[in-house]
């Protein structure tokens, strides 16, 4: 479980967080959405240990995380960002061997090469292990780099519970692979693993999401559980557009209709 407490992020006297309060339970699939600039991204971060909280705590499994160090870090939670530039040139399969980086010292052991397969195999891209990396599309090496952090957690169990932070996965994603992403990061949930996702299409996340967490103006605005009841004034505040749901027969949940 996640627990933050009172978390408040300020950089450059800019407020970006304040008074925010979650606990995310564990095996759980939690979204968070807001509109661009809402702070969800520095949440994120925050969350994966990678920002020190200017005031507040968050615990990872009764942790406080400004007590963990950078590898206790790397074992326990994947953090997959928005930004995935590398400098030099490494083959695909060398990117994803990069989410074992830390469980091994020198060379990767057979346990290694086995979850690198794995991962590789769940985002259809076997056929690209000794292609460059830097001469991949974009939602290619999205899809690598979404294997790269499943490397890095594929080998959590009761013992060794671990998190998976997806910040925007499947903003470059085709249609088949965003809903090929999100299967797979439900499926994780059934086994250790808890997943916290950063997500901008609610009818994407609706049929996934465990919670919903909405972000406004560096505040939490309000948390939604099922059956979602996502109204008009809801995403008038939330992201200023106007909305209808519209049930699916046989779902828990709607279709949201935007009007602008
Ligand atoms: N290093 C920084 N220095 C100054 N301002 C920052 C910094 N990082 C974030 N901010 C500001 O904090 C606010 C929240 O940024 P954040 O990236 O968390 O938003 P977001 O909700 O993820 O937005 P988006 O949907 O556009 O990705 C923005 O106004 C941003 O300009």
Redesign the pocket.
């Known amino acids: 479980m996640i627990e933050v407490k009172n978390l408040e992020f300020s950089?450059?006297k800019?407020q970006?967080l304040q008074q925010i309060e979650l606990k995310i339970p564990k095996n759980s699939f939690t979204v968070i959405m807001?509109?661009?600039?809402?702070?969800?991204?520095?949440?994120l971060q925050l969350l994966a240990g990678s920002l020190l909280p200017t005031a507040g705590n968050i615990f990872m499994d009764s942790v406080d995380m400004q007590t963990m160090n950078a590898r206790q870090l790397a074992q326990k939670r994947a953090v997959l960002s928005?930004q995935y530039y590398l400098p030099f040139a490494l083959t695909v399969r060398e990117v994803v061997m990069m989410g074992r980086y830390p469980f091994f010292n020198n060379h990767p052991k057979a346990i290694d090469e086995d979850i690198v397969d794995k991962a590789m195999q769940l985002m259809d891209v076997q056929d690209l292990g000794n292609t460059i990396y830097q001469h991949l599309s974009g939602g290619e090496a999205q899809k690598v780099q979404m294997c790269r952090v499943l490397a890095q957690i594929l080998d959590a169990d009761e013992q060794n519970e671990k998190y998976l932070l997806l910040?925007?996965p499947v903003s470059q994603l085709d249609i088949k692979y965003q809903y090929q992403l999100m299967q797979i990061a439900k499926q994780l949930t059934r086994q250790s693993v808890t997943v916290i996702a950063?997500l901008?299409d609610i009818n994407l996340a609706l049929p996934f999401a465990d919670t919903l967490h909405f972000?406004k103006d560096?505040c939490l605005f309000t948390s939604l559980y099922p059956p979602f009841q996502i109204t008009d004034s809801l995403t008038k505040a939330v992201f200023g557009i106007g909305s209808m749901p519209l049930p699916i027969p046989n779902t828990g949940y709607p279709f949201i209709y935007f009007q602008p």
Do not use: C, R, V, Y
């Open positions: 950089i450059h800019k970006i807001g509109a661009n600039g809402a702070g969800k991204s520095t949440l928005q910040d925007e950063i901008h972000i560096g």
